[in-house]
């Protein structure tokens, strides 16, 4: 029995809800949508984290435009330096954006060390931006966050259906919480992908379309506020799932 387990559940207590951003494949909006999600919370004064636990593939940060890394501040625990109104934890602060190879137990360890000593204290939300669908590490952090309420990101690519499906229905397995989809990167339709989740019992929570100027937007925090892709994230925090 690791004692960490039960410090992590202290830990996350003062902390109304957590969302985590999964999917099937990379590359597909997660770490965009958690990252603008936690910026229009704090835009509406929330109290909010943003937990980056893809430490194999660490990028909010460069969204964010943080470029300066220390080392958190530690007062009984590490206290998350707050960035444009957010507090947000990286393992960027530890490896200075260099390379963090990391197997097996290993991960784990790392997963449970950071959650047993962040100290959020009290949060409205805290957003996860999580690895790739039902990676190793991902396991790790959906059976040690316990209470964590899951939005899909998908794309309509043909090819990562099947793999957000299996997520999905790993979750429902489970007994996880799915708050719903955001289906992202839409540039001929996304029928074949709404098919699935309504097959599959899933709300869609936002539509966002490819957007060839959303690149120039990444690390430039006023930009960003002002893509479709953060207009429709804006409109996906008045739905339903979201007033609870
Ligand atoms: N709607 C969009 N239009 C255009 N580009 C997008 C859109 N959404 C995301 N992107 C781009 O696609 C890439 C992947 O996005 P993002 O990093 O948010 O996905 P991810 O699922 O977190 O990826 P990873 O698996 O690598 O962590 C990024 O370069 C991002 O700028
Ligand atoms: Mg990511």
């Avoid at 799915?178 to 929570?205: H, P, R, T, W």
């Avoid at 539509?207 to 002002?226: T, W």
């Amino acid at each position: 029995m690791d004692p960490r387990k039960d410090v992590i559940e202290e830990r996350l207590q003062g902390i109304k809800r957590i969302i985590a951003i999964t999917g099937g494949k990379g590359g597909i909006g997660k770490t965009s949508i958690a990252t603008l999600l936690a910026l229009k919370f704090a835009e509406k004064h929330k109290k909010v984290g943003l937990f980056d636990l893809d430490f194999s593939g660490p990028s909010a940060h460069i969204l964010l435009n943080k470029k300066k890394f220390d080392f958190p501040e530690e007062e009984n625990g590490i206290i998350p330096p707050t960035v444009h109104g957010i507090k947000f934890m990286t393992i960027v602060d530890y490896t200075k954006e260099n390379p963090s190879p990391m197997r097996g137990i290993d991960v784990t360890n790392a997963i449970l060390e950071i959650l047993a000593i962040t100290r959020w204290d009290k949060l409205d939300y805290l957003i996860i931006d999580m690895p790739p669908g039902i990676s190793d590490p991902a396991l790790d952090i959906m059976k040690m966050i316990k209470r964590a309420e899951f939005i899909i990101a998908a794309t309509p690519s043909k090819i990562s259906i099947p793999e957000v499906a299996n997520t999905i229905k790993f979750l429902q397995n489970t007994k996880k919480s799915i708050m719903g989809s955001v289906i992202n990167m839409i540039f001929k339709g996304s029928a074949q992908l709404e098919e699935k989740l309504e097959e599959l019992d899933v709300d869609v929570l936002a539509k966002i379309d490819f957007d060839e100027d959303y690149e120039d937007a990444v690390g430039n925090i006023a930009k960003l506020r002002q893509t479709a892709f953060a207009q429709k994230i804006e409109e996906m925090t008045k739905e339903l799932p979201f007033r609870k």
